[in-house]
C-alpha cells in the first residue's frame, strides 16, 4: 500500500513538472532530449559546487582573517 501510494505521489509530481515547463507539448524524444540536457546540466554545476566551493570558502576565511 506505501508503494503504490509513493508511485502515485511521484506520478503526481512528474506531471507537475510536465505542466511547469510546458514539456507536456513536446514529443517524447524531445522530452528524453531536454531533460537529459537538464541533467547533465545540473550534474555539471553539483560537481563544480562540491570541487571548487570549498576552496573559495577557505580564500574568503582568509581574506577576512576568521581562520589563520
Known sequence: ???GSA???MSWL???YLLV????MLEPWE?????SMLVSILGMALYTGYVFMPQHIMAI???FEIVQ
Open 61 to 63: 576565511l582568509h581574506y
Open 21 to 24: 515547463t510546458a514539456l507536456y
Open 14 to 16: 512528474y506531471y507537475q
Open 31 to 35: 522530452r528524453t532530449v531536454f531533460n
Open 7 to 9: 508511485w502515485k505521489q
Open 1 to 3: 500500500m506505501a508503494l
